[in-house]
């Protein structure tokens, strides 16, 4: 491996852009770039535009740089879905509140994050909230129903896993405000949401759920879903989003609004990354094989789709100028099912040893990276800026 990358975390050095690093290191393995400049702003464009509290979902890339970056730039939650993740915000960042809102737990995670102090939860079954009155104490304890309707506008669905229907729903909520316990709901209206209009139905629902069940919520988290840019030329609108959410929930809810909350981790961290891979053959002038794939920091493409925000840069940095061909590209190793969807346009003359950078690769990348067949090394660089 050249001087300067090394798997994990890598030097000091910050570097000026993913070109610098291409032309100084030519490195062979994938290489993960991010710019805590993009994430700032990331950051600052929730905090600014939502109208409530803003807090990170933990899960989508937990990189020690990328929580200590939003705490700085202000973000004062963390949605967190295991012990590992409660302890890992509660070390990071010690003063920030932490939302236990993956819906099902065992005992032993119950127990771990009482013991931790965790103030805020999710439920979406009566099994699920019976586990949480017997461990949980209810003094100054949230505890936030999780509804689900037919999926609109994302690109898959979390219904399928999670949620309960709106009766349903009603029902907990009802027991929660009994108990003594602070009555809130929750949603997730599913992933990469680039239409504002996925909000709305389900806001307008949990007014209804309120009305069914006679409680008035302390708090609304609207979810995740919030999009990245991943097409090229088509920018998601935020401030749409964040003018919908407040206006749906001011018309459904009257004088009774709750506060709100939401959970993005996609939408704060995925395009403050980008991804530099490399291509290790052009096979017959057709087919590109890259060093990185399906089991490696591109996982999530076959189900969400691909990045289309490309670069391809030659070995020496400078970008590969020709005609725009479709191409198929599959990853480095020997199975078949390591094939990005489709196929994706990329220069005609584009060459074995050139790299191909994927912007916006933050998200459920380093995650969910595997060293499957030997492959997976990835090494992990700082740069002011990403182009």
Same mark, same amino acid.
């Given at each position: 491996m050249p001087m300067g990358l090394t798997e994990g975390r890598g030097p000091k050095t910050v570097w000026s852009n993913p070109a610098e690093i291409i032309r100084r290191l030519t490195p062979e393995n994938p290489v993960m770039v991010f710019a805590p400049s993009v994430l700032r702003a990331a950051a600052q464009r929730f905090l600014q535009g939502f109208p409530g509290l803003v807090t990170y979902a933990v899960k989508s890339n937990p990189d020690e740089a990328v929580i200590? !970056?939003?705490?700085?730039?202000? %973000?004062?939650?963390?949605?967190?879905?295991?012990?590992?993740?409660?302890?890992?915000?509660?070390?990071?960042?010690?003063?920030?509140?932490?939302?236990?809102? /993956?819906? %099902?737990?065992?005992?032993?995670?119950?127990?771990?994050? %009482?013991?931790?102090?965790?103030?805020?939860?999710?439920?979406?079954?009566?099994?699920?909230?019976?586990? +949480?009155?017997?461990?949980?104490?209810?003094? /100054?304890?949230?505890?936030?129903?999780?509804?689900?309707?037919? %999926?609109?506008?994302?690109?898959?669905?979390?219904?399928?896993?999670?949620?309960?229907?709106?009766?349903?729903?009603?029902?907990?909520?009802?027991?929660?405000?009994?108990?003594?316990?602070?009555?809130?709901? !929750?949603?997730?209206?599913?992933?990469?949401?680039?239409?504002?209009?996925?909000?709305?139905?389900?806001?307008?629902?949990?007014?209804?759920?309120?009305?069914?069940?006679?409680?008035?919520?302390?708090? +609304? /988290?609207?979810?995740?879903?919030?999009?990245?840019?991943?097409?090229?030329?088509?920018e998601p609108d935020l401030t749409a989003i964040f003018q919908l959410i407040r206006r749906v929930t001011d018309e459904a809810f009257g004088t009774d609004a709750p506060q709100l909350v939401c959970e993005p981790g996609r939408g704060l961290c995925a395009d403050a990354f980008a991804l530099i891979t490399r291509v290790k053959a052009v096979r017959d002038g057709q087919n590109v094989f890259l060093n990185d794939g399906v089991y490696g920091g591109l996982f999530e493409l076959p189900i969400v789709g691909n990045l289309d925000r490309l670069q391809v840069l030659t070995p020496e940095g400078t970008p590969r100028e020709d005609e725009p061909m479709p191409r198929i590209i599959f990853g480095p190793t020997c199975d078949s099912v390591d094939r990005l969807p489709g196929e994706l346009t990329l220069p005609a003359n584009i060459q074995e040893g050139d790299y191909v950078i994927f912007h916006g690769a933050g998200a459920y990348s380093t995650v969910t990276n595997t060293r499957f067949n030997g492959f997976g090394l990835m090494a992990h660089l700082t740069v002011n800026a990403l182009e």
């Open positions: 200590r !970056t939003l705490s700085a730039a202000g %973000v004062k939650g963390f949605d967190v879905a295991s012990p590992y993740e409660i302890d890992l915000i509660g070390r990071l960042a010690p003063d920030a509140a932490r939302h236990y809102h /993956n819906p %099902v737990r065992s005992q032993a995670e119950i127990a771990h994050a %009482v013991e931790a102090g965790i103030k805020s939860w999710s439920v979406d079954s009566r099994s699920e909230l019976d586990k +949480l009155f017997v461990r949980v104490p209810a003094e /100054n304890c949230e505890i936030s129903p999780r509804f689900k309707l037919p %999926v609109l506008g994302a690109a898959y669905d979390f219904g399928s896993k999670f949620g309960a229907s709106p009766e349903l729903a009603a029902e907990l909520l009802r027991a929660v405000a009994d108990r003594g316990y602070i009555p809130s709901l !929750t949603f997730h209206p599913g992933t990469q949401c680039t239409d504002p209009h996925a909000w709305e139905s389900y806001i307008t629902t949990a007014a209804e759920i309120c009305a069914m069940a006679g409680v008035k919520a302390r708090r +609304l /988290n609207v979810g995740g879903g919030f999009p990245s840019h991943r097409v090229t030329g088509v």
